[in-house]
């Protein structure tokens, strides 16, 4: 992404994990994917017996959260960087710390107003080992 600082990413990142992480505590993940645009592409890779699954728009992601919501939480687990304008961000389960990379595209926003910058892409890459829903 253009302009971004890497201290600008990785708010962005921190912001998007503690926004999904209070989902997973409300059981309730409305408000987290209100982060996303209407045409967001969500993807998950290395999901336990299924391999890749994408959700694309509004109606796609949010039925999938719905229907096998995550239930265990994420903490950012190094540095976040910018790699061909996305913002990466290594992150770990909490129950178990397994390892994973959240992959984050976002619509241009206002440098001011970094809260209210919408994902426009998403890519989990899931380790191997990590059992659970696939849109952990």
Do not use: C
Request: hydrophobic share 45%; aromatic share 8%; no cysteine.
């Amino acid at each position: 992404m253009a302009g971004l600082t890497q201290i600008e990413a990785a708010a962005l990142a921190a912001h998007l994990v503690a926004e999904f992480n209070d989902a997973v505590a409300a059981r309730n993940f409305s408000l987290f994917l209100l982060l996303f645009t209407d045409d967001a592409v969500i993807r998950f890779e290395n999901v336990p017996g299924s391999g890749t699954l994408e959700y694309a728009g509004r109606d796609a992601y949010a039925s999938a959260y719905a229907g096998r919501p995550p239930d265990d939480k994420i903490d950012i687990s190094g540095d976040v960087r910018i790699e061909g304008g996305d913002v990466v961000a290594p992150f770990a389960w909490q129950r178990d710390e397994v390892p994973g990379t959240i992959r984050l595209r976002y619509a241009q926003g206002d440098a001011e107003a970094l809260d209210r910058w919408l994902v426009s892409a998403m890519t989990v890459i899931l380790s191997p080992s990590k059992a659970g829903s696939p849109e952990k």
